[in-house]
Nanobody, 119 residues
Framework: QVQLVESGGGLVQPGGSLRLSCAAS????????IYWYRQAPGKERELVAL????????NYADSVKGRFTISRDNFKATAYLQMNSLKPEDTAVYVC????????????WGKGTQVTISS
């Protein structure tokens, strides 16, 4: 059974940090690029970060560059999103997705984890 399960969300104050995890099962994780998206109420879904299947390349939205870091551990079949210097505008549901390295669209999605930045 294919699964992507996000964890690590929560409520933190502005300026704080969180580390999100995306645990995969049921497929060969190392063959898939991993994406983190977020969606806030009333806003469109935004691509936050992505990492290639072997972790040799990453990309970030301008809004998070320098604050967020995406990484992965293929032995643990888990991807991470380290989020520092959090701002209220980072509040959203964060969802990870997996795309097979030769596919043109996402293959699997998690259900998301809520991140709330508030004092």
């Amino acid at each position: 059974q294919v699964q992507l399960v996000e964890s690590g969300g929560g409520l933190v104050q502005p300026g704080g940090s969180l580390r999100l995890s995306c645990a995969a099962s049921g497929f060969t994780f190392s063959n898939y690029h991993i994406y983190w998206y977020r969606q806030a109420p009333g806003k469109e879904r935004e691509l936050v970060a992505l990492i290639t299947n072997v972790g040799d390349s990453t990309n970030y939205a301008d809004s998070v560059k320098g604050r967020f870091t995406i990484s992965r551990d293929n032995f643990k079949a888990t991807a991470y999103l380290q989020m520092n210097s959090l701002k209220p505008e980072d509040t959203a549901v964060y969802v990870c997705g997996a795309r097979w390295r030769y596919a043109s669209s996402m293959n699997y999605w998690g259900k998301g984890t809520q991140v709330t930045i508030s004092s």
